[in-house]
Structure formats: structure tokens, C-alpha cells
């Protein structure tokens, strides 16, 4: 096992040098990390130039390396801004475009600094005890604000104090008196996130949250989106969970509105809805404010609504009710009529523009995973879009969407390396008769007349989708590449097919799940001759991993092998040692003490004595989610029963697997595991007692 993934780690080191094009090879994990992410795309003021972060990876350094690039909106003029080793990101444009403010850790630690568009050196802005973070800059840009971790009611340098007492000390222990005590992959500390905002010519930074035990932007992936400046510049409109000891079971962001200058303390501006607000952004000439609201208390994927309000005093409305799909971004026409937006849709994930008036919605880009919108060019809205067989790039598209120009190519020698599976979409009908859609991936090179292993991969959230996207960590192309026809379904709970498709996974995460991953698997079988019904694997982390441990008691004899990353085996104890409590609440309705039939109801951890499937058990250490003696529990449960399996484990990841090296230590014996029950005449379906 040492000697394989040294061999692959190395061969990454390779692959990451210049490629022949005429030198092909199937895609693969090397490929992926070799790949230049773009992310965070902002348009200049002038709608000339388009700022982004670029990520490429550093594999002697086993990390990621961001700098900062610009492009013209006509894909002109790309060139790169900041060339440190540090990680440099989160550009922002000063109010005239001639500047790029963004944080850096060029110092040691992370703090503000500017750079002009014409290039030349960068200038450090801040030089605080702690770490900067999330930029945002005033209208007329005079200041900045951004986050801070800090104790509530001390300053920067106090917090900074404290921490260093802590560290010098020799007694270790933590005492809590609430929750969270850990949350995603950290141990609490006591600090919090807190906006601070002072002049960027110079000054003191003042805590516009003052002794609020609250997080803005929230944890642990808030960021800059959630926070803005008003109109005037003369106060800040933030998002945040206030809501005391219930916060590890309450989903009730409020949207809050604190004076620059500390003056006062922060005012609700959202307290009559007792869900999640977030996300505020004033139209062009500030006179509307627009944010994003869920309804239903508790539901962490319930549907985003686009709200508006006239601005200081307006009733707020939401625009479109009638649209089933869920706003993620808020990009403002410079009328102030229309808001464009992106939303997860039928397998993809596309730009729409909303009439504010009419509620009229109108589809601009259908195809592919948009990841943000940038802004707006004259009559042209820029976006950052990825697909089944690209990363990121940057793209422009006329109001209309019958016009799309590819702005970037950056990964354009990678890719004309390498070769990839023919992706398709298809539908069937699944549980409740219902059209359920799914992804098929051709294998590398595919030859009609062969016979495929299938690898039927299944998605976590379990509120989300697969959808036509390029992911970093479960990447149908890879298993296509290896040989293997790809799967994966969006099954019922999957997000894009409109709120009730989303919902219906409640109180049912084994009932219509499962029926729609059976019946899309007989669907894709029965379509495609070449796929080998005899030779089936399932793959599956998080809510995917937890289908893996249902399935391994409901088709004992299905499939040849399984992987299970990061699944809970028992449901019941699962909710005592998770930490977003609000999660277990909602889809299993209710605390386990009040219904503890909505734990048993479908828990793997009953039906452990029909297992016989080998399986892989992977998980992280640093997973506060679905904590590690998870995977513990289901490695020794296979163990005593004489079931084929391995566990993985990482020490230093938390749900999700990160690092280059430990990514491609991952691919190696994945595909390494299911190989050897497809390809190695592992033996007979359910032949393993």
C-alpha cells in the first residue's frame, strides 16, 4: 500500500510539469490536482476587468497556493497581479477600480493589503495581533470592514493576549458551559467572528458587534456575502445567529444593522422570521435592500426566497413566491429592476434573471455548475461556470443567453492532456412514480462491445446533487477513467427539482432514497448494454456513506463491494455526539428522546446481521460531523464478522478529504479496493459470510 501511493504521489509531482498534447492519457487523480481552480470572480467598476483568485497546487508543499489574476471582459489582457508564495485572495476593488485590496499571510499572519491594477509592489494595510479576514469596502471608499476572531467585549490586542496566556500555560483543560463545543473540524475556544471596521487611510478598528456572542460571517464557510455596508457608509448590515443557548439547534439568522462607529449596539432588522436571513445587498442607487430568507425554523436546506424592502423603511416582499428553486447570490441590475442569480436546477446549476416587478423569471445560462457571478458587464453578466469534463473557467453571456464567450482557458494544456468519459443525463421513473434524474459517465475509451463494471456513486447531504459539476473530491470522470461506467442519481431529498422533491426525504432516508437508486440503476442497466449488472460497486460518503451501511443490510447480496466514507452506522447515538443539532432535528423529526422511532426507523446499526458485502471504511479524525468511532464501530463490526474490509483513516482531515497527498492516498485505495471484487475475481455477489 506505502509502496503504490509513493509511486502515484510522485508521478503527481510529474504531471503537474507542461504536457504534450499529443501525449493523452485517461483522466485521473494526478489530472484533478494538476487542475488550476478559479474562484471569487468580482468585475471592476468599470466593467472592464474581471478580478479572481487563482488556486494551483503545491505538491512538494502538499497545500494549495492562491494568488490573485485579472482578465478583460472581452478575455483580454490576462495577467497575474501577486506572485508571493503566501496565499493571497479575497481581491476586492477600491471604489475608482485603480486598487485591489485583499488579505495575505505574506506577513505571518493574515492581514489586509492593496495592490494597484497596473501592477508593482504590494502595500500592507493592517498589522493586527490577529488574523484579518472576508473585505469588504465602503461605496465611496473611504473604509473597509472585515472579520476578526476575538472574545466577546475585548479588543483585538486583548483577545491576542489571552490566547498567548493560554498557549504558555501548561494546564490544558477546556471547560464549557454551552454548545458548540466543537463545530465541522475546531474545538470552541470562547473567540468569535466579529465585524470590525475602520478608515483605510488609517486607524483604529472598532467591533461593531461589541459583546455579541455571535458569529458574522457565520461558521464555519460564512464569508464577505454576508455582510455590507449601507448606502451612506455609515453603518453595517450583517447576518448572524443570535439566539443564546440554543444556537447548536436553531437555524434563526436574523439580519442585524450596527452603526461604523460602535455607538450603539447591533438592532434586528428580520426578527419576525425565525429563520435563516442572510446575504444582504443594496441595489445600485440604495434605495433597496435584497437578502435571502428561508421560512421553516430548524431546516437548513429549505428554499432561499429573494426578499426586497425599500430602503430605510419598506415592508419587505418576497419576489417570484412561485419560483421553485433556491436563490443562492444576489447580483443587482444597474436600473435596479432585475436581480440575476444562480440556482441548483434539474442536474446543473444556472444564472437567472428575476424581474423584481413582475416576479417574472427567466433562465440566462441552463447548462453546467455555475459557482458565482461576478457581476455585470454593460449588457453581459459574468459568471465562473465548471462542468462534467472542465474546472472552472470564466464566461460572459448576453442578457438573453444566446450569446457565450469562455473569457479563460487556463487549464487548457491539462486538459487537452487528457481524456475524459462521454457524460449523459437521463430520467426514470422512480419511488412515487416521480421523474427522477440521473448522470451516466461512459468509461475512457469505451468500446461497445465490452462488458463494464459500474460504479454507482452516491451523494451526501443528503439535501444536495450531484448535478453536471467537477468535483475535487467525488468525480464521476475518475471511476470512468479507471475503467468503470458511473452512476449517480439524484434521488428523493436532492436539491434543483423544486422543494417538495427536496423535502421528501424527511422522516424517509431509507424508503424513496433507496427505491430511486435501485430503480436508477435497473434504469441505466436496462439502457446500456455494455454496463455489467453482475459487477457492482456502491460509493458513498456522508449521508452516502450512511445509504452504503443501509444498503449493506438491505442488498446483502447487490453488490461486490461498497465504500463507505464518513457514514454514521447508528443513527441514535449519531444525533449525541454530532454537533449541528438543528441536521438530526429536522430530518428525523424530532430529539431521539421524543421520537425515537424517527432513529429506529432506518438505522443501519439493526440489520448488521444480514451484512456480507466487503466494504472500505474511510474517515477523518478531524470530523466533528459524523465523528470517527463511526467508521470505528462499522471497521469492527465487519471485523467480527468475518466481512472482507479495510479502514482508512486520516488523522489530519475532517468530513471532507483535503490535502493533495491524502487526496491522492485516497483515489489509490479506493479504486484499488473496488478493483479487487470487479476485476480480480474477487468472488460471487454476497458470497462473503
Not at 493560554?166 to 468569535?192: C, M, N, P, V
Not at 458565482?372 to 469534463?389: E, P
Not at 452506522?569 to 428522546?593: C, I, K, N, S, V
Not at 462499522?634 to 468475518?642: A, E, S
Amino acid at each position: 500500500m506505502r509502496s503504490r501511493f509513493v509511486a502515484l504521489l510522485t508521478l503527481s509531482m510529474l504531471i503537474a510539469s507542461p504536457v504534450l498534447a499529443a501525449e493523452t492519457h485517461p483522466f485521473n487523480v494526478q489530472d484533478m490536482w494538476s487542475m488550476k481552480r478559479i474562484s471569487d470572480p468580482q468585475v471592476s467598476p468599470d466593467g472592464k476587468w474581471v478580478l479572481f483568485t487563482l488556486r494551483t497546487t503545491d505538491f512538494e508543499a502538499n497545500k494549495g497556493r492562491t494568488d490573485l489574476w485579472v482578465v478583460g471582459v472581452d478575455g483580454k489582457g490576462l495577467r497575474q497581479l501577486t506572485t508571493d508564495p503566501a496565499a493571497d485572495n479575497g481581491g476586492r476593488w477600491s471604489a475608482d477600480g485603480s486598487t485591489v485590496y485583499f488579505t495575505s499571510t505574506r506577513s505571518g499572519s493574515s492581514q489586509i493589503w492593496k495592490v494597484a491594477l497596473a501592477g508593482g509592489e504590494a502595500a500592507q494595510v493592517t498589522k493586527l495581533a490577529l488574523d484579518a479576514s472576508n473585505i469588504v469596502l465602503s461605496r465611496d471608499g473611504s473604509r473597509v470592514a472585515f472579520s476578526v476572531s476575538v472574545f466577546p467585549g475585548a479588543s483585538i490586542d486583548e483577545s491576542a493576549k489571552k490566547v498567548a496566556e493560554r498557549e504558555k500555560s501548561k494546564a490544558r483543560g477546556q471547560l464549557y458551559d454551552s454548545l458548540f463545543i466543537r463545530h465541522w473540524d475546531t474545538w470552541a475556544d470562547g473567540r468569535r467572528s466579529h465585524i470590525f471596521v475602520m478608515p483605510l487611510a488609517g486607524g483604529d478598528a472598532v467591533d461593531i458587534m461589541k459583546s455579541m456572542v455571535a458569529d458574522a460571517p457565520s461558521l464555519p464557510f460564512g464569508g464577505s456575502e454576508e455582510f455590507t455596508f449601507t448606502p451612506d457608509g455609515k453603518s453595517i448590515i450583517f447576518s448572524a445567529r443570535d439566539v443564546g443557548r440554543e444556537e447548536a439547534w436553531s437555524t434563526n439568522f436574523d439580519l442585524f444593522i450596527a452603526p461604523i462607529d460602535g455607538s450603539s449596539a447591533p438592532a434586528r432588522l428580520t426578527e419576525e422570521n425565525k429563520a435563516l436571513d442572510t446575504r444582504p445587498v443594496f441595489s445600485p442607487d440604495g434605495k433597496q435592500l435584497a437578502w435571502l430568507a428561508m421560512a421553516r425554523p430548524g431546516y437548513e436546506a429549505d428554499r432561499q426566497a429573494l426578499m426586497v424592502r425599500a430602503w430605510p423603511d419598506g415592508k419587505p416582499r418576497e419576489v417570484a413566491p412561485a419560483w421553485d428553486r433556491s436563490c443562492e447570490s444576489i447580483v443587482w441590475s444597474r436600473d435596479g429592476k432585475t436581480v440575476f442569480t444562480h440556482a441548483t436546477n434539474l442536474g446543473h446549476q444556472s444564472v437567472f434573471a428575476i424581474d423584481l416587478k413582475k416576479g417574472e423569471v427567466k433562465t440566462i445560462v441552463r447548462e453546467g455548475w455555475v459557482n458565482s457571478i461576478a457581476g455585470l458587464s454593460g449588457k453581459r453578466v459574468i459568471y465562473d461556470l465548471d462542468h462534467l469534463r472542465s474546472p472552472s473557467e470564466l464566461y460572459s453571456s448576453s442578457l438573453d443567453g444566446k450569446n457565450t464567450q469562455q473569457l479563460t482557458n487556463v487549464n487548457a494544456e491539462t486538459l487537452a492532456a487528457v481524456r475524459f468519459g462521454e457524460p449523459e443525463q437521463i430520467t426514470f421513473k422512480g419511488a412515487k412514480n416521480d421523474d427522477v434524474y440521473a448522470w451516466v459517465v461512459r468509461p475512457v475509451d469505451f468500446d461497445a462491445a465490452k462488458k463494464y463494471p459500474v460504479a454507482l456513486i452516491i451523494h451526501g447531504g443528503p439535501q444536495g446533487s450531484m448535478s453536471n459539476h467537477f468535483h475535487y473530491r467525488w468525480n464521476p470522470e475518475i471511476y470512468a477513467a479507471h475503467g468503470y461506467a458511473a452512476i449517480v442519481v439524484d434521488f428523493h431529498g436532492s436539491t434543483g427539482y423544486g422543494q417538495a422533491f427536496c423535502d421528501a426525504i424527511r422522516g424517509d432516508w431509507g424508503g424513496a432514497p433507496l427505491e430511486d437508486l435501485q430503480k436508477g440503476l435497473e434504469a441505466a442497466l436496462a439502457k446500456y448494454s455494455y454496463m455489467d449488472g453482475n459487477n457492482v460497486v456502491a460509493l458513498g460518503a456522508s449521508y452516502g456513506g450512511w445509504m452504503v451501511n443501509w444498503m449493506a443490510g438491505q442488498m446483502p447480496d447487490r453488490f461486490r463491494a461498497f465504500v463507505c466514507h464518513d457514514g454514521n452506522l447508528d443513527e441514535r447515538f449519531a444525533y449525541y455526539d454530532t454537533e449541528e443539532l438543528w441536521f438530526p432535528e429536522w430530518d428525523h423529526m424530532g430529539t431521539p428522546w421524543e421520537n425515537p422511532e424517527g432513529y429506529s426507523k432506518h438505522n443501519p446499526i439493526d440489520h448488521v446481521t444480514k451484512w456480507k458485502t466487503p466494504m472500505l471504511v474511510i474517515h477523518g479524525g478531524l470530523d466533528y460531523r459524523v465523528v470517527y468511532t463511526q467508521g470505528i464501530g462499522t471497521f469492527n463490526l465487519l471485523q467480527r464478522r468475518g466481512i472482507p474490509s479495510k479502514f482508512l483513516y486520516f488523522p489530519d482531515e475532517n468530513h471532507w478529504v483535503l490535502k493533495p497527498a491524502n487526496s491522492i492516498q485516497w483515489h489509490t485505495e479506493v479504486l484499488a479496493w473496488i478493483d479487487q471484487w470487479t476485476k480480480s475475481g474477487g468472488g460471487a455477489v454476497g458470497s462473503h459470510q
